[in-house]
Each structure stands twice: as structure tokens, then as C-alpha cells.
């Protein structure tokens, strides 16, 4: 089992700027890549962005190419989102999940942090 919290989340003028941090513990040694995903109010949850375990693949959503860099830090169990020039349509509660291998998609979700982008 792996266990995700997720921190960073809050409310910001467009075009401004917020890192996202998930913090991973438990059965990480199996976890194939990590993904930040997104709902907005009435909506479904849609893919933001993902990283390999080796931090060598990295893959975005349209929406978010050219804004959006997701790293992580292995020494501190940690996945990161920054977001800059923020949009109002950003505004949505991200969620961090884990991807292990053998597993057919993401298995284990934080609890989201609210992002919040006024106009």
C-alpha cells in the first residue's frame, strides 16, 4: 500500500505561480511512475502530468504543456508540481497518484488540495 499527501494547494491571482507537493510512504519500492491529475466542479478528473521512477519521463496534458513542470526528489519521497501563469480554468483540486508495476492504472490517490486561480 502506498500513501500519498498532497500540500501547496491555495488561491492566486492569474498569471501567478504554486508548487505542489506529494508526499509518498509505504510500498514504494514498486511504484512505477507518479501522475498529478485534476477535477473541477461538475467535471471529471482529468491527467495533468507524469513522471517515470527514474525521473527521466515526463509526459503533460495540452492544457498545461509550457506551464506546468512536474519533478520529484527521491531523498525526500517527494513529487512536485509547479504551475506557472496560472488561468483561471486551472482552478480544480489536484490529486497525486501512484502507478506500480503489474498494476493496470493508477491504485492509490492522496486527498487532493484545492487550487484556486481568481481572474
Known amino acids: 500500500q502506498v500513501q500519498l499527501v498532497e500540500s501547496g494547494g491555495g488561491l492566486v491571482q492569474a498569471g501567478g505561480s504554486l508548487r505542489l507537493s506529494c508526499t509518498v510512504s509505504g510500498r514504494t519500492f514498486d511504484v512505477y511512475k507518479m501522475g498529478w491529475f485534476r477535477q473541477a466542479p461538475g467535471k471529471d478528473r482529468d491527467f495533468v502530468a507524469t513522471?517515470?521512477?527514474?525521473?527521466?519521463?515526463?509526459d503533460y496534458a495540452d492544457s498545461v504543456k509550457g506551464r506546468f513542470t512536474i519533478s520529484k526528489d527521491s531523498a525526500k519521497s517527494t513529487v512536485y508540481l509547479q504551475m506557472n501563469s496560472l488561468k483561471p480554468e486551472d482552478t480544480a483540486i489536484y490529486y497525486c497518484?501512484?502507478?506500480?508495476?503489474?498494476?493496470?492504472?493508477?491504485?492509490?490517490w492522496g486527498q487532493g488540495t484545492q487550487v484556486t486561480v481568481s481572474s
Open positions: 513522471i517515470t521512477r527514474d525521473g527521466d519521463g515526463t
Open positions: 497518484a501512484a502507478f506500480s508495476y503489474g498494476a493496470a492504472n493508477y491504485h492509490s
